[in-house]
């Protein structure tokens, strides 16, 4: 069966520092992956998605990045955090021509 | 402007009664629609979903939603709740030949014993 990991799961990083979050998929092959941020009231946000190792599409501009060095790995990168990038972000995946997605238990992160 | 509409955030209902959760969406075309839910601690997760056929799709939990297409809505039902229903809900659309899914704020369901 298939299982997505992120960690950490919860991170307090101070203003000005990098950040740096991983997700894995285990189970599967080739899968899309997807990076949102979740804030309370505001629904989820899709930051980032990829198609395959070295593909990524940004959605929302921002001091985020997004890398994906091998096929089930994704990671959410920043260089300097804003108190502003403080939420929960989730990783989720999918199959290919498959119309669900599948999500990760999350980070809670904290920019003070 | 927002493309996937949850309306009342909180609602807070009482045990057996009945819960409806509207959804609408402003894409033309065809659709792929979901409901996610997410309890207290766990992963967001599958409720229902929404391809083609019947448009009253059951999912688990005795939870159904009906796609109304005139309507552009999908509304989310459960006949009568129960305290462990306490949870999120998020409404999602798929377009059609597009990778992404777009999501609504999404409810915050209290359920009280």
């Known amino acids: 069966s298939q299982t997505i990991h992120q960690w950490p799961a919860t991170l307090v990083q101070p203003v000005g520092s990098p950040l740096s979050l991983e997700c894995t998929v285990e189970?599967?092959?080739?899968?899309?992956l997807y990076w949102y941020r979740q804030a309370a009231g505001r629904g989820l946000q899709l930051l980032f998605y990829?198609?395959?190792?070295?593909?990524i599409s940004s959605e929302v501009p921002q001091n985020l990045s997004a890398s994906r060095p091998q096929d089930r790995q994704f990671i959410l990168s920043s260089k300097k955090l804003l108190l502003s990038d403080s939420g929960f972000y989730l990783c989720?995946?999918?199959?290919?021509?498959?119309?669900?997605?599948?999500f990760g238990p999350g980070t809670r992160l904290t920019v003070t | 402007a927002q493309s996937v509409s949850q309306h009342n955030h909180h609602v807070i209902l009482s045990e057996a009664a009945s819960l409806e959760l509207g959804c609408n969406y402003s894409?033309?075309?065809?659709?792929?629609l979901f409901w996610y839910v997410q309890y207290p601690g766990q992963h967001l997760q599958l409720l229902l979903k929404?391809?083609?056929?019947?448009?009253l799709v059951k999912g688990i939990k005795g939870f159904e939603a009906e796609f109304i297409k005139s309507k552009f809505s999908f509304n989310l039902r459960k006949p009568s709740v129960q305290w462990s229903d306490t949870a999120e809900y998020f409404c999602?659309?798929?377009?059609?030949?597009?990778?992404?899914?777009?999501f609504g704020k999404g409810n915050q369901v209290v359920v009280i014993p």
């Open positions: 189970g599967t092959s080739n899968p899309n």
């Open positions: 894409y033309g075309g065809t659709v792929n």
């Open positions: 929404y391809f083609s056929g019947d448009p």
């Open positions: 999602a659309v798929k377009r059609d030949g597009n990778n992404r899914l777009a």
């Open positions: 989720a995946w999918k199959k290919g021509l498959s119309y669900e997605q599948y």
């Open positions: 990829s198609v395959g190792i070295g593909q």
